[in-house]
Protein backbone atom coordinates (compact mmCIF):
# COMPACT_ATOMS: atom_id res chain seq x y z
CA UNK A 1 0.00 0.00 0.00
CA UNK A 2 2.89 2.21 0.59
CA UNK A 3 4.24 1.51 -2.25
CA UNK A 4 1.50 2.59 -4.44
CA UNK A 5 1.29 5.66 -2.44
CA UNK A 6 5.15 6.71 -3.27
CA UNK A 7 4.01 5.71 -7.26
CA UNK A 8 0.98 8.01 -7.01
CA UNK A 9 3.04 10.82 -5.29
CA UNK A 10 5.64 10.21 -7.61
CA UNK A 11 4.09 10.72 -10.77
CA UNK A 12 1.83 13.92 -9.89
CA UNK A 13 5.37 15.18 -9.57
CA UNK A 14 6.52 13.33 -12.49
CA UNK A 15 3.93 15.33 -14.68
CA UNK A 16 5.54 18.29 -13.69
CA UNK A 17 8.55 17.12 -14.82
CA UNK A 18 7.41 16.36 -17.85
CA UNK A 19 5.68 19.57 -19.06
CA UNK A 20 9.10 20.91 -17.91
CA UNK A 21 10.26 18.25 -20.32
CA UNK A 22 8.34 19.18 -22.96
CA UNK A 23 9.11 22.77 -23.24
CA UNK A 24 12.60 21.92 -23.32
CA UNK A 25 11.79 18.83 -26.26
CA UNK A 26 9.91 21.43 -28.10
CA UNK A 27 12.44 24.37 -28.27
CA UNK A 28 15.13 22.21 -28.67
CA UNK A 29 13.68 19.82 -31.35
CA UNK A 30 12.94 22.98 -33.45
CA UNK A 31 15.86 25.29 -32.98
CA UNK A 32 18.17 23.44 -31.39
CA UNK A 33 18.29 25.50 -28.76
CA UNK A 34 18.77 23.76 -25.24
CA UNK A 35 17.22 26.89 -23.25
CA UNK A 36 18.67 26.65 -19.27
CA UNK A 37 16.32 29.58 -18.55
CA UNK A 38 13.43 26.92 -18.68
CA UNK A 39 12.92 26.89 -14.83
CA UNK A 40 13.05 30.62 -14.95
CA UNK A 41 10.22 31.07 -17.13
CA UNK A 42 7.99 28.78 -15.19
CA UNK A 43 8.71 30.80 -12.53
CA UNK A 44 7.46 33.98 -14.19
CA UNK A 45 4.49 31.98 -15.13
CA UNK A 46 3.42 30.65 -11.67
CA UNK A 47 4.26 34.60 -10.30
CA UNK A 48 2.25 35.96 -12.84
CA UNK A 49 -0.73 33.62 -12.37
CA UNK A 50 0.00 34.79 -8.35
CA UNK A 51 -0.41 38.51 -9.36
CA UNK A 52 -3.34 38.00 -11.22
CA UNK A 53 -5.31 35.63 -8.83
CA UNK A 54 -4.15 36.85 -5.91
CA UNK A 55 -3.07 40.56 -5.84
CA UNK A 56 -6.19 41.81 -8.67
CA UNK A 57 -8.41 39.71 -7.46
CA UNK A 58 -9.27 37.70 -10.95
CA UNK A 59 -10.92 34.64 -11.08
CA UNK A 60 -8.94 31.83 -11.49
CA UNK A 61 -9.77 30.52 -14.74
CA UNK A 62 -9.16 33.82 -16.33
CA UNK A 63 -5.96 33.96 -14.56
CA UNK A 64 -4.69 31.25 -15.56
CA UNK A 65 -4.82 32.04 -19.19
CA UNK A 66 -3.90 35.58 -18.64
CA UNK A 67 -0.65 33.93 -17.75
CA UNK A 68 -0.30 31.64 -20.33
CA UNK A 69 -0.72 34.21 -22.70
CA UNK A 70 2.40 36.63 -20.50
CA UNK A 71 4.38 33.56 -20.91
CA UNK A 72 3.65 32.92 -24.96
CA UNK A 73 4.62 36.78 -25.40
CA UNK A 74 7.75 36.32 -23.13
CA UNK A 75 9.02 33.40 -25.23
CA UNK A 76 8.03 34.74 -28.65
CA UNK A 77 9.89 38.54 -27.09
CA UNK A 78 12.71 36.07 -26.40
CA UNK A 79 13.53 34.65 -30.00
CA UNK A 80 13.00 37.95 -31.17
CA UNK A 81 15.31 39.95 -29.28
CA UNK A 82 18.29 37.65 -29.17
CA UNK A 83 17.97 34.22 -31.05
CA UNK A 84 17.07 35.64 -34.29
CA UNK A 85 20.42 37.51 -34.29
CA UNK A 86 22.58 34.31 -33.27
CA UNK A 87 20.87 32.01 -35.84
CA UNK A 88 24.25 29.54 -37.39
CA UNK A 89 26.12 30.65 -33.69
CA UNK A 90 27.93 27.89 -32.31
CA UNK A 91 26.32 25.69 -29.41
CA UNK A 92 28.19 27.08 -27.00
CA UNK A 93 27.33 30.78 -27.49
CA UNK A 94 23.37 29.93 -27.90
CA UNK A 95 23.76 28.10 -24.19
CA UNK A 96 25.15 30.53 -22.69
CA UNK A 97 23.24 33.08 -23.33
CA UNK A 98 20.08 30.87 -22.02
CA UNK A 99 22.37 30.48 -19.08
CA UNK A 100 22.54 34.34 -18.69
CA UNK A 101 18.93 34.70 -19.70
CA UNK A 102 18.26 32.43 -16.84
CA UNK A 103 20.29 35.18 -14.24
CA UNK A 104 18.72 38.27 -15.53
CA UNK A 105 15.52 36.55 -15.36
CA UNK A 106 15.73 35.70 -11.97
CA UNK A 107 16.97 38.67 -10.46
CA UNK A 108 14.35 40.72 -12.11
CA UNK A 109 11.39 38.51 -10.93
CA UNK A 110 13.26 39.26 -7.25
CA UNK A 111 12.96 42.72 -7.81
CA UNK A 112 9.78 42.82 -8.99
CA UNK A 113 7.92 39.87 -6.43
CA UNK A 114 10.40 40.15 -3.89
CA UNK A 115 12.31 36.69 -2.17
CA UNK A 116 9.13 35.95 0.14
CA UNK A 117 6.94 32.44 -0.68
CA UNK A 118 3.41 33.03 -1.31
CA UNK A 119 0.70 30.16 -2.53
CA UNK A 120 -1.88 30.45 -5.01
CA UNK A 121 -5.25 29.71 -4.31
CA UNK A 122 -6.99 27.77 -6.96
CA UNK A 123 -10.45 26.04 -7.05
CA UNK A 124 -8.30 22.54 -6.59
CA UNK A 125 -6.74 24.06 -3.19
CA UNK A 126 -7.22 21.33 -0.14
CA UNK A 127 -9.44 19.45 -2.27
CA UNK A 128 -8.35 15.59 -2.13
CA UNK A 129 -9.97 12.46 -4.26
CA UNK A 130 -9.88 9.26 -1.83
CA UNK A 131 -8.70 6.19 -4.16
CA UNK A 132 -8.63 2.51 -2.93
CA UNK A 133 -7.13 4.36 0.47
CA UNK A 134 -4.81 6.63 -1.62
CA UNK A 135 -5.57 10.15 -0.80
CA UNK A 136 -4.79 12.27 -4.11
CA UNK A 137 -4.95 16.03 -4.49
CA UNK A 138 -7.26 17.54 -7.22
CA UNK A 139 -4.34 19.55 -8.34
CA UNK A 140 -2.30 16.52 -9.16
CA UNK A 141 -4.75 14.40 -10.86
CA UNK A 142 -5.28 17.87 -13.01
CA UNK A 143 -1.32 17.99 -13.92
CA UNK A 144 -1.44 14.07 -14.87
CA UNK A 145 -4.55 14.91 -16.83
CA UNK A 146 -3.43 17.72 -18.46
CA UNK A 147 0.24 16.42 -19.31
CA UNK A 148 -1.14 13.86 -21.39
CA UNK A 149 -4.05 15.54 -23.34
CA UNK A 150 -0.64 17.91 -24.36
CA UNK A 151 1.44 15.08 -25.12
CA UNK A 152 -1.72 13.99 -27.34
CA UNK A 153 -2.16 17.17 -28.98
CA UNK A 154 1.55 17.43 -29.61
CA UNK A 155 1.97 14.36 -31.34
CA UNK A 156 -1.25 15.10 -33.30
CA UNK A 157 0.19 18.54 -34.03
CA UNK A 158 3.42 16.97 -35.16
CA UNK A 159 2.53 14.01 -37.36
CA UNK A 160 -0.97 15.56 -39.08
CA UNK A 161 -1.17 19.05 -39.22
CA UNK A 162 0.82 21.16 -42.13
CA UNK A 163 2.56 23.76 -39.57
CA UNK A 164 3.87 20.55 -37.38
CA UNK A 165 5.56 19.10 -40.40
CA UNK A 166 6.93 22.36 -41.35
CA UNK A 167 8.20 22.80 -37.47
CA UNK A 168 10.11 19.31 -38.24
CA UNK A 169 11.42 20.73 -41.43
CA UNK A 170 12.56 23.40 -40.06
CA UNK A 171 14.51 21.70 -37.29
CA UNK A 172 15.78 18.92 -39.35
CA UNK A 173 17.66 21.30 -41.95
CA UNK A 174 16.73 25.06 -41.84
CA UNK A 175 18.16 25.95 -45.14
CA UNK A 176 16.01 23.44 -47.14
CA UNK A 177 13.07 24.38 -45.33
CA UNK A 178 13.95 27.95 -45.79
CA UNK A 179 13.44 26.87 -49.84
CA UNK A 180 10.78 25.01 -49.91
CA UNK A 181 8.54 28.05 -48.88
CA UNK A 182 8.89 27.93 -45.29
CA UNK A 183 9.38 30.82 -42.97
CA UNK A 184 11.83 29.35 -40.71
CA UNK A 185 12.14 32.85 -38.46
CA UNK A 186 8.27 32.50 -37.73
CA UNK A 187 8.65 28.59 -36.70
CA UNK A 188 11.51 29.38 -34.49
CA UNK A 189 9.15 31.93 -32.37
CA UNK A 190 6.46 29.89 -32.21
CA UNK A 191 8.33 27.66 -31.08
CA UNK A 192 9.91 29.53 -28.43
CA UNK A 193 6.24 30.70 -27.39
CA UNK A 194 4.42 27.08 -27.45
CA UNK A 195 7.61 26.00 -25.10
CA UNK A 196 7.15 28.91 -22.60
CA UNK A 197 3.68 28.35 -22.36
CA UNK A 198 4.09 24.82 -21.82
CA UNK A 199 6.51 26.29 -18.81
CA UNK A 200 4.44 29.02 -17.36
CA UNK A 201 1.45 25.89 -17.65
CA UNK A 202 3.75 23.59 -15.30
CA UNK A 203 5.00 26.68 -13.13
CA UNK A 204 1.67 26.98 -12.71
CA UNK A 205 0.64 23.75 -11.19
CA UNK A 206 3.87 23.34 -9.84
CA UNK A 207 3.09 25.91 -7.70
CA UNK A 208 -0.49 24.14 -6.93
CA UNK A 209 1.83 21.27 -5.25
CA UNK A 210 4.25 23.60 -3.45
CA UNK A 211 4.50 27.32 -3.27
CA UNK A 212 5.38 30.32 -4.78
CA UNK A 213 9.05 31.40 -5.16
CA UNK A 214 12.26 32.84 -6.52
CA UNK A 215 13.78 29.20 -5.94
CA UNK A 216 11.22 27.14 -7.76
CA UNK A 217 13.46 27.71 -11.24
CA UNK A 218 15.66 25.01 -9.62
CA UNK A 219 13.53 22.39 -10.83
CA UNK A 220 13.46 23.35 -14.19
CA UNK A 221 17.13 22.32 -14.13
CA UNK A 222 16.25 18.77 -12.69
CA UNK A 223 13.76 18.66 -15.31
CA UNK A 224 16.39 18.56 -17.53
CA UNK A 225 17.51 15.01 -16.47
CA UNK A 226 13.67 14.29 -17.48
CA UNK A 227 14.31 15.42 -20.93
CA UNK A 228 17.85 13.66 -21.36
CA UNK A 229 16.54 10.49 -19.97
CA UNK A 230 13.83 9.89 -22.43
CA UNK A 231 15.53 11.69 -25.24
CA UNK A 232 16.25 15.20 -26.26
CA UNK A 233 14.26 15.05 -29.54
CA UNK A 234 11.46 12.99 -28.33
CA UNK A 235 7.90 14.42 -27.15
CA UNK A 236 7.38 10.69 -25.92
CA UNK A 237 10.17 10.22 -24.15
CA UNK A 238 9.65 13.54 -22.12
CA UNK A 239 6.69 12.12 -20.91
CA UNK A 240 8.22 8.68 -20.05
CA UNK A 241 11.18 10.32 -18.30
CA UNK A 242 9.09 12.85 -16.52
CA UNK A 243 6.94 9.88 -15.08
CA UNK A 244 10.19 7.92 -14.65
CA UNK A 245 11.75 10.69 -12.92
CA UNK A 246 9.45 11.54 -10.61
CA UNK A 247 9.09 8.02 -9.17
CA UNK A 248 12.66 7.65 -8.81
CA UNK A 249 12.61 10.43 -6.76
CA UNK A 250 9.87 9.33 -4.45
CA UNK A 251 11.61 6.40 -3.94
CA UNK A 252 14.55 7.69 -3.12
CA UNK A 253 13.31 10.28 -0.83
CA UNK A 254 11.42 7.48 1.33
CA UNK A 255 14.37 4.73 1.39
CA UNK A 256 17.08 6.87 1.38
CA UNK A 257 16.49 9.96 2.83
CA UNK A 258 18.02 10.22 6.83
CA UNK A 259 20.08 7.61 6.08
CA UNK A 260 23.84 7.91 7.29
CA UNK A 261 27.05 6.34 5.86
CA UNK A 262 30.06 6.69 8.49
CA UNK A 263 29.91 10.38 8.26
CA UNK A 264 28.04 10.70 5.57
CA UNK A 265 24.18 11.63 6.21
CA UNK A 266 22.19 11.50 3.72
CA UNK A 267 19.55 13.99 4.83
CA UNK A 268 17.22 15.42 1.83
CA UNK A 269 18.30 12.98 -1.49
CA UNK A 270 15.32 14.79 -3.20
CA UNK A 271 17.86 17.51 -4.24
CA UNK A 272 20.08 15.41 -6.20
CA UNK A 273 18.44 12.55 -6.78
CA UNK A 274 17.70 14.23 -10.49
CA UNK A 275 21.12 14.82 -11.00
CA UNK A 276 22.77 11.90 -10.11
CA UNK A 277 19.85 10.07 -12.49
CA UNK A 278 21.53 12.75 -15.44
CA UNK A 279 24.83 12.01 -14.63
CA UNK A 280 24.22 8.00 -14.96
CA UNK A 281 22.23 8.69 -18.00
CA UNK A 282 24.56 10.51 -19.71
CA UNK A 283 27.49 8.02 -19.11
CA UNK A 284 25.35 4.94 -19.67
CA UNK A 285 23.64 6.10 -23.01
CA UNK A 286 23.42 10.27 -23.63
CA UNK A 287 20.42 9.98 -25.85
CA UNK A 288 18.08 8.53 -23.88
CA UNK A 289 15.46 6.14 -24.36
CA UNK A 290 13.40 7.43 -27.16
CA UNK A 291 16.47 9.86 -28.56
CA UNK A 292 17.76 9.05 -31.80
CA UNK A 293 21.52 8.91 -32.32
CA UNK A 294 23.00 11.37 -34.32
CA UNK A 295 25.45 11.26 -37.32
CA UNK A 296 28.31 13.82 -37.31
CA UNK A 297 29.27 15.14 -41.46
CA UNK A 298 32.59 15.81 -41.17
CA UNK B 1 55.90 51.08 -32.38
CA UNK B 2 54.77 48.69 -35.36
CA UNK B 3 54.08 45.63 -35.55
CA UNK B 4 56.73 43.56 -36.31
CA UNK B 5 56.61 41.10 -39.38
CA UNK B 6 57.84 37.62 -38.19
CA UNK B 7 60.55 35.64 -40.30
CA UNK B 8 60.65 32.35 -38.42
CA UNK B 9 58.72 30.20 -36.68
CA UNK B 10 60.42 30.57 -32.86
CA UNK B 11 59.63 34.34 -33.52
CA UNK B 12 56.02 33.56 -33.94
CA UNK B 13 55.28 31.92 -31.15
CA UNK B 14 57.71 33.68 -28.53
CA UNK B 15 56.98 34.61 -25.33
CA UNK B 16 57.80 38.32 -25.70
CA UNK B 17 57.19 39.30 -29.37
CA UNK B 18 58.32 42.74 -29.06
CA UNK B 19 60.56 44.89 -26.68
CA UNK B 20 57.68 47.02 -26.07
CA UNK B 21 55.85 44.10 -24.50
CA UNK B 22 58.94 43.54 -21.86
CA UNK B 23 59.00 47.44 -21.12
CA UNK B 24 55.66 47.43 -20.64
CA UNK B 25 54.87 44.32 -18.76
CA UNK B 26 58.08 45.61 -16.69
CA UNK B 27 56.33 49.13 -16.02
CA UNK B 28 53.29 47.03 -14.64
CA UNK B 29 55.31 44.81 -12.65
CA UNK B 30 56.68 47.53 -10.75
CA UNK B 31 53.62 49.50 -10.32
CA UNK B 32 52.19 46.20 -8.82
CA UNK B 33 54.57 46.45 -6.51
CA UNK B 34 54.06 49.67 -5.31
CA UNK B 35 50.52 49.27 -4.79
CA UNK B 36 50.53 48.33 -1.00
CA UNK B 37 52.28 51.96 -0.35
CA UNK B 38 49.63 54.03 -2.14
CA UNK B 39 46.39 52.06 -2.26
CA UNK B 40 44.13 51.52 0.77
CA UNK B 41 43.78 48.24 2.52
CA UNK B 42 40.10 47.64 0.90
CA UNK B 43 41.53 48.38 -2.32
CA UNK B 44 44.42 45.84 -1.88
CA UNK B 45 41.54 43.50 -1.06
CA UNK B 46 39.99 44.15 -4.16
CA UNK B 47 43.19 43.50 -6.13
CA UNK B 48 44.09 40.62 -3.99
CA UNK B 49 40.08 39.10 -5.06
CA UNK B 50 40.22 39.69 -8.75
CA UNK B 51 44.36 38.03 -9.06
CA UNK B 52 42.66 34.80 -7.21
CA UNK B 53 39.89 34.83 -9.72
CA UNK B 54 42.37 35.50 -12.72
CA UNK B 55 43.84 32.20 -11.50
CA UNK B 56 40.22 30.38 -11.68
CA UNK B 57 39.79 32.35 -15.09
CA UNK B 58 42.84 31.20 -16.81
CA UNK B 59 41.81 27.80 -15.99
CA UNK B 60 38.54 27.99 -16.98
CA UNK B 61 39.49 29.39 -20.55
CA UNK B 62 42.11 26.94 -20.93
CA UNK B 63 38.92 24.42 -21.08
CA UNK B 64 36.12 26.35 -22.84
CA UNK B 65 38.24 29.23 -24.74
CA UNK B 66 41.05 26.69 -25.75
CA UNK B 67 39.75 23.43 -25.94
CA UNK B 68 35.79 24.05 -26.65
CA UNK B 69 35.05 21.96 -23.87
CA UNK B 70 31.62 23.35 -22.36
CA UNK B 71 31.85 23.44 -18.63
CA UNK B 72 29.50 24.80 -15.86
CA UNK B 73 30.84 23.73 -12.69
CA UNK B 74 33.96 25.15 -12.72
CA UNK B 75 32.68 26.72 -8.82
CA UNK B 76 32.41 22.95 -7.86
CA UNK B 77 36.65 22.84 -8.33
CA UNK B 78 37.04 25.99 -6.55
CA UNK B 79 35.05 24.27 -3.57
CA UNK B 80 37.43 20.93 -4.35
CA UNK B 81 40.23 23.01 -3.64
CA UNK B 82 39.30 25.08 -1.12
CA UNK B 83 38.00 22.00 1.05
CA UNK B 84 41.20 19.98 0.34
CA UNK B 85 43.45 22.53 1.25
CA UNK B 86 40.90 23.46 4.79
CA UNK B 87 40.92 19.48 5.45
CA UNK B 88 44.81 19.11 4.54
CA UNK B 89 46.23 21.95 6.57
CA UNK B 90 43.26 21.72 9.17
CA UNK B 91 43.16 18.24 10.20
CA UNK B 92 46.77 16.70 8.80
CA UNK B 93 48.50 19.03 9.60
CA UNK B 94 50.76 19.67 6.51
CA UNK B 95 52.47 22.91 5.86
CA UNK B 96 50.74 25.07 3.30
CA UNK B 97 53.74 24.35 0.69
CA UNK B 98 52.65 21.04 0.29
CA UNK B 99 48.89 21.75 0.91
CA UNK B 100 48.69 24.38 -2.36
CA UNK B 101 50.14 21.68 -4.92
CA UNK B 102 48.18 19.00 -3.42
CA UNK B 103 44.48 20.60 -3.44
CA UNK B 104 45.54 21.66 -6.77
CA UNK B 105 46.11 17.93 -7.99
CA UNK B 106 42.99 16.19 -6.02
CA UNK B 107 40.75 18.92 -8.15
CA UNK B 108 42.81 18.09 -10.76
CA UNK B 109 41.95 13.92 -10.18
CA UNK B 110 38.15 14.77 -9.79
CA UNK B 111 38.04 16.86 -13.12
CA UNK B 112 40.19 14.09 -15.18
CA UNK B 113 37.24 11.76 -13.50
CA UNK B 114 34.82 14.22 -14.68
CA UNK B 115 35.98 14.14 -18.23
CA UNK B 116 36.08 10.51 -19.11
CA UNK B 117 32.48 10.98 -20.09
CA UNK B 118 33.16 14.26 -22.37
CA UNK B 119 34.98 11.67 -24.22
CA UNK B 120 31.61 10.53 -25.35
CA UNK B 121 29.37 13.97 -24.49
CA UNK B 122 29.66 16.82 -26.68
CA UNK B 123 28.37 19.83 -26.46
CA UNK B 124 24.90 20.13 -24.03
CA UNK B 125 25.32 17.10 -23.07
CA UNK B 126 28.92 17.91 -21.57
CA UNK B 127 27.01 21.07 -20.28
CA UNK B 128 24.33 19.25 -18.62
CA UNK B 129 26.67 17.02 -16.84
CA UNK B 130 29.21 19.18 -15.47
CA UNK B 131 26.12 21.34 -14.18
CA UNK B 132 24.97 17.88 -12.28
CA UNK B 133 28.28 17.66 -11.06
CA UNK B 134 28.60 20.66 -9.17
CA UNK B 135 25.23 20.46 -7.81
CA UNK B 136 26.34 17.01 -6.33
CA UNK B 137 29.46 18.15 -4.88
CA UNK B 138 27.36 20.87 -3.06
CA UNK B 139 25.18 18.67 -2.25
CA UNK B 140 28.22 16.39 -0.86
CA UNK B 141 29.51 19.04 0.98
CA UNK B 142 26.45 19.62 3.02
CA UNK B 143 25.74 16.48 4.17
CA UNK B 144 29.57 15.14 4.64
CA UNK B 145 29.99 15.53 8.41
CA UNK B 146 34.02 16.21 7.69
CA UNK B 147 33.00 19.27 5.72
CA UNK B 148 30.72 20.57 8.44
CA UNK B 149 28.20 21.55 5.97
CA UNK B 150 26.35 24.76 6.35
CA UNK B 151 27.97 25.65 9.67
CA UNK B 152 31.94 25.98 7.61
CA UNK B 153 35.39 25.48 7.90
CA UNK B 154 37.78 27.59 9.21
CA UNK B 155 41.31 27.93 7.21
CA UNK B 156 44.72 28.36 9.05
CA UNK B 157 46.63 31.32 7.75
CA UNK B 158 49.63 30.92 5.11
CA UNK B 159 52.57 29.34 6.61
CA UNK B 160 56.27 28.84 5.35
CA UNK B 161 58.16 27.17 8.41
CA UNK B 162 58.00 30.01 11.30
CA UNK B 163 57.05 32.51 8.85
CA UNK B 164 52.95 34.03 8.82
CA UNK B 165 50.83 35.90 6.42
CA UNK B 166 49.02 38.15 8.44
CA UNK B 167 48.58 41.52 6.20
CA UNK B 168 46.69 42.17 3.53
CA UNK B 169 50.11 43.36 1.77
CA UNK B 170 52.14 40.12 2.66
CA UNK B 171 48.78 38.60 1.08
CA UNK B 172 49.45 41.04 -2.06
CA UNK B 173 52.99 40.15 -2.83
CA UNK B 174 52.57 36.65 -2.25
CA UNK B 175 49.08 35.85 -4.50
CA UNK B 176 50.81 38.40 -7.38
CA UNK B 177 53.79 36.27 -7.33
CA UNK B 178 51.19 32.51 -7.60
CA UNK B 179 49.21 34.70 -10.45
CA UNK B 180 52.33 35.63 -12.29
CA UNK B 181 53.41 32.08 -12.16
CA UNK B 182 50.09 30.84 -13.39
CA UNK B 183 49.49 33.41 -16.38
CA UNK B 184 53.64 32.22 -17.58
CA UNK B 185 52.47 28.69 -17.21
CA UNK B 186 49.11 29.00 -18.83
CA UNK B 187 50.86 31.25 -21.74
CA UNK B 188 53.32 28.66 -22.24
CA UNK B 189 50.98 25.71 -22.59
CA UNK B 190 48.94 27.63 -24.51
CA UNK B 191 51.89 28.41 -27.19
CA UNK B 192 53.26 25.04 -27.39
CA UNK B 193 52.13 21.84 -28.67
CA UNK B 194 49.37 20.88 -26.03
CA UNK B 195 48.26 24.31 -26.34
CA UNK B 196 47.97 23.87 -30.72
CA UNK B 197 46.37 20.72 -29.80
CA UNK B 198 43.83 21.78 -27.57
CA UNK B 199 42.86 24.54 -30.59
CA UNK B 200 42.79 21.82 -32.94
CA UNK B 201 40.26 20.12 -30.85
CA UNK B 202 38.44 22.85 -30.34
CA UNK B 203 37.42 23.62 -34.32
CA UNK B 204 36.85 20.17 -35.16
CA UNK B 205 37.54 17.77 -33.14
CA UNK B 206 36.93 14.81 -35.88
CA UNK B 207 39.21 16.72 -38.00
CA UNK B 208 42.20 16.73 -35.15
CA UNK B 209 41.70 13.44 -34.69
CA UNK B 210 42.58 12.27 -38.02
CA UNK B 211 45.80 14.26 -37.91
CA UNK B 212 47.32 12.53 -35.50
CA UNK B 213 46.75 14.09 -32.25
CA UNK B 214 44.87 11.67 -29.60
CA UNK B 215 41.34 12.86 -28.57
CA UNK B 216 41.42 11.22 -25.30
CA UNK B 217 44.07 12.34 -23.92
CA UNK B 218 43.93 15.75 -24.95
CA UNK B 219 40.87 15.92 -23.70
CA UNK B 220 41.30 14.71 -20.19
CA UNK B 221 44.39 17.12 -20.14
CA UNK B 222 42.20 19.53 -20.67
CA UNK B 223 40.39 19.17 -17.72
CA UNK B 224 43.16 18.35 -15.56
CA UNK B 225 44.54 21.55 -16.62
CA UNK B 226 41.44 23.15 -16.12
CA UNK B 227 40.69 22.11 -12.90
CA UNK B 228 44.24 22.37 -11.44
CA UNK B 229 43.89 25.64 -12.13
CA UNK B 230 40.88 25.86 -10.55
CA UNK B 231 41.89 24.32 -7.29
CA UNK B 232 44.60 26.48 -7.14
CA UNK B 233 42.53 29.08 -6.80
CA UNK B 234 40.07 27.45 -4.05
CA UNK B 235 43.19 27.09 -2.64
CA UNK B 236 43.92 30.49 -2.22
CA UNK B 237 40.42 31.71 -1.40
CA UNK B 238 40.08 29.13 1.33
CA UNK B 239 43.65 30.76 2.53
CA UNK B 240 42.61 34.20 2.28
CA UNK B 241 38.84 33.90 3.55
CA UNK B 242 40.34 32.05 6.27
CA UNK B 243 37.02 30.71 6.53
CA UNK B 244 34.60 28.43 3.96
CA UNK B 245 31.14 27.32 3.39
CA UNK B 246 29.69 25.39 0.55
CA UNK B 247 27.30 28.14 -0.29
CA UNK B 248 30.41 30.62 -1.80
CA UNK B 249 30.64 27.87 -4.24
CA UNK B 250 27.29 27.32 -5.92
CA UNK B 251 26.30 28.12 -9.45
CA UNK B 252 26.57 31.87 -9.34
CA UNK B 253 30.40 31.27 -8.81
CA UNK B 254 30.40 29.00 -12.29
CA UNK B 255 28.49 31.89 -13.86
CA UNK B 256 30.24 34.62 -12.70
CA UNK B 257 33.72 32.71 -14.20
CA UNK B 258 31.97 32.08 -17.58
CA UNK B 259 31.24 35.67 -17.96
CA UNK B 260 34.77 36.29 -17.10
CA UNK B 261 35.85 34.41 -19.70
CA UNK B 262 33.46 35.53 -22.55
CA UNK B 263 33.75 39.45 -21.46
CA UNK B 264 37.53 38.92 -21.74
CA UNK B 265 37.73 36.71 -24.54
CA UNK B 266 37.78 33.53 -25.23
CA UNK B 267 41.16 31.40 -26.28
CA UNK B 268 43.47 34.06 -25.50
CA UNK B 269 45.27 34.19 -22.08
CA UNK B 270 44.97 38.36 -22.21
CA UNK B 271 41.26 37.47 -22.32
CA UNK B 272 41.49 35.76 -19.09
CA UNK B 273 43.30 37.79 -16.98
CA UNK B 274 40.56 41.56 -18.50
CA UNK B 275 37.63 39.66 -18.16
CA UNK B 276 38.71 38.39 -13.99
CA UNK B 277 39.16 41.99 -13.60
CA UNK B 278 36.30 43.52 -15.01
CA UNK B 279 33.68 41.17 -13.50
CA UNK B 280 35.16 41.35 -9.97
CA UNK B 281 35.60 44.94 -10.07
CA UNK B 282 31.94 45.53 -11.32
CA UNK B 283 30.40 44.76 -8.01
CA UNK B 284 32.95 47.04 -6.06
CA UNK B 285 31.93 49.08 -8.61
CA UNK B 286 27.95 49.07 -7.81
CA UNK B 287 29.02 49.40 -4.09
CA UNK B 288 30.56 52.34 -4.33
CA UNK B 289 28.59 54.02 -6.95
CA UNK B 290 25.58 53.14 -4.00
CA UNK B 291 27.58 54.86 -1.54
CA UNK B 292 27.40 57.91 -3.22
CA UNK B 293 24.06 57.46 -3.79
CA UNK B 294 22.72 56.42 -0.31
CA UNK B 295 21.93 59.62 1.64
CA UNK B 296 19.43 60.20 -1.42
CA UNK B 297 18.14 56.19 -1.63
CA UNK B 298 19.10 54.36 0.93
CA UNK B 299 17.28 51.18 0.02
CA UNK B 300 19.84 50.18 -3.07
CA UNK B 301 22.33 48.85 -0.84
CA UNK B 302 20.48 45.95 -0.71
CA UNK B 303 19.82 45.54 -4.04
CA UNK B 304 23.25 44.45 -5.39
CA UNK B 305 23.08 41.16 -4.25
CA UNK B 306 20.09 40.58 -6.14
CA UNK B 307 21.37 42.06 -9.00
CA UNK B 308 25.04 40.78 -8.89
CA UNK B 309 23.86 37.30 -11.03
CA UNK B 310 21.78 39.50 -13.18
CA UNK B 311 24.36 41.86 -13.96
CA UNK B 312 26.80 38.56 -15.11
CA UNK B 313 24.20 37.13 -16.68
CA UNK B 314 23.04 40.15 -19.18
CA UNK B 315 27.29 41.09 -19.19
CA UNK B 316 27.52 37.46 -20.73
CA UNK B 317 24.40 37.71 -23.03
CA UNK B 318 25.38 40.99 -24.24
CA UNK B 319 28.91 39.76 -24.45
CA UNK B 320 28.30 37.32 -26.79
CA UNK B 321 25.09 39.10 -28.98
CA UNK B 322 27.22 42.17 -30.24
CA UNK B 323 31.35 41.05 -29.33
CA UNK B 324 32.25 37.51 -28.90
CA UNK B 325 35.80 38.29 -29.15
CA UNK B 326 35.14 39.90 -25.96
CA UNK B 327 37.73 42.54 -24.72
CA UNK B 328 40.91 40.99 -26.06
CA UNK B 329 39.42 41.41 -29.01
CA UNK B 330 38.19 45.09 -29.02
CA UNK B 331 41.94 45.48 -27.65
CA UNK B 332 43.45 43.58 -30.80
CA UNK B 333 41.29 45.85 -33.04
CA UNK B 334 42.18 49.21 -31.47
CA UNK B 335 45.89 48.44 -31.55
CA UNK B 336 46.09 46.93 -35.34
CA UNK B 337 43.39 50.51 -36.00
CA UNK B 338 46.43 52.45 -34.35
CA UNK B 339 49.54 50.60 -35.78
CA UNK B 340 47.96 51.12 -39.10
CA UNK B 341 46.90 54.48 -38.85
CA UNK B 342 46.09 56.21 -40.99
CA UNK B 343 45.43 53.67 -43.10
CA UNK B 344 42.55 50.89 -42.79
CA UNK B 345 44.88 47.87 -43.32
Known amino acids: MKMLEIIVNGLSTGAIYALLAMGFVLIFKSTGILNFAQGELAMVGAFMCFSFVMLLNIPYLVGFILSLAVGASLGAGIDFLFFRRMVGKPMFSTIMVTVGLAGVISSIAGFVWGHDVYSIKSPFTDRNLMIWGITISQGAICTICVSILLFTLFLLFFNRSLLGVAMRGAAEDPDTAGLMGINVNRIYMLAWAIGSVVAAMSGIFLAEQSFVRISMSHTGIQAMAAAILGGMDSIRGAIIGGAILGIAEGLAANYLSGLEFGSFHFGDIKEVAAFAIMIIILMIRPRGIFGKEKVERV | MSEKIHTSYTNEIALFRTLWLKVWLCILLISLALCPYVLSR ?42 STALLTGNLNLPFI ?17 GIPALRLKGLYLALGTLAFGFIVEYILFHWDVTKGDLGMSVKRIQFGSYII ?42 AEAMGIPLAKYKIMAFGLSSFY ?35 GMGTILGSVFGAVFITGIPHGIVYMTDMLKES ?49
Open chain 2, 42 to 83: YQLSILNEMEIAIIGALGLNLLIGFTGQISLGHGAFLAIGAY
Open chain 2, 297 to 345: YPALTGLIVDFKLGIFGLIVVLALLFEPQGLAGIYRRVKIYWTTWPFRY
Open chain 2, 98 to 114: VSLPLSGLISALLGMVI
Open chain 2, 166 to 207: RTETQYFYFITLVTAVSIVCAKNIARSKIGRSFLAIRDRDIA
Open chain 2, 230 to 264: GGIAGCLIAHYQKWIVPGSFDMSVSIAYIAMIVLG
